[in-house]
């Protein structure tokens, strides 16, 4: 499982001109991957970063301020771009196997007592972000 993690100012999700997912506060925007062998294990590890990385302001996470998180589904996480000009996707599991760990990751932040918005699994999403410092991290586990 992979995450990309911004800090923000706020950010949205909008499908189809409606907005599905927003945080209009300082937070994080975690946009998710998911690759084939990923399970349980994965997800509480992503959810446990996500909640405890410090990377707000002052060193702080976002379980310490209490800040939201927006989680955005991400396949392209996993493309593959070395060769050629067109990226392959086989590495990023399908939608059937990614989308229960996305609301596992989901839910489990949740339990940790945090407000978490999302975007709409497998739409056509426009993500719109204040990237705050900008600060972004990768995190692989």
Do not use: C
């Not at 001109?17 to 925007?29: N, T, Y």
């Not at 955005?72 to 989308?99: C, H, I």
């Not at 699994?121 to 600060?135: H, I, T």
Request: charged fraction near 25%; glycine fraction near 10%; avoid cysteine.
């Amino acid at each position: 499982m992979r995450a990309v993690l911004q800090r923000v100012a706020r950010a949205s999700v909008t499908v189809d001109g409606e907005v599905v997912g927003a945080i209009d506060r300082p937070g994080l925007l975690a946009l998710v991957g998911v690759t084939h062998d990923d399970g349980p294990e994965q997800v509480a590890a992503v959810a446990r970063k996500i909640a405890e990385v410090r990377i707000l302001r002052d060193e702080r996470s976002v379980l310490d301020e209490g800040a939201p998180v927006l989680v955005v589904s991400q396949f392209t996480l996993y493309g593959d771009a070395r060769k050629g000009r067109r990226p392959t996707w086989q590495a990023a599991a399908p939608g059937p196997v990614a989308e229960p760990l996305v609301e596992g990751v989901v839910a489990a932040l949740r339990e940790r007592g945090l407000e978490v918005a999302t975007g709409r699994f497998g739409a056509d999403m426009s993500v719109e972000l204040v990237n705050d410092g900008p600060v972004t991290l990768l995190l692989d586990v």
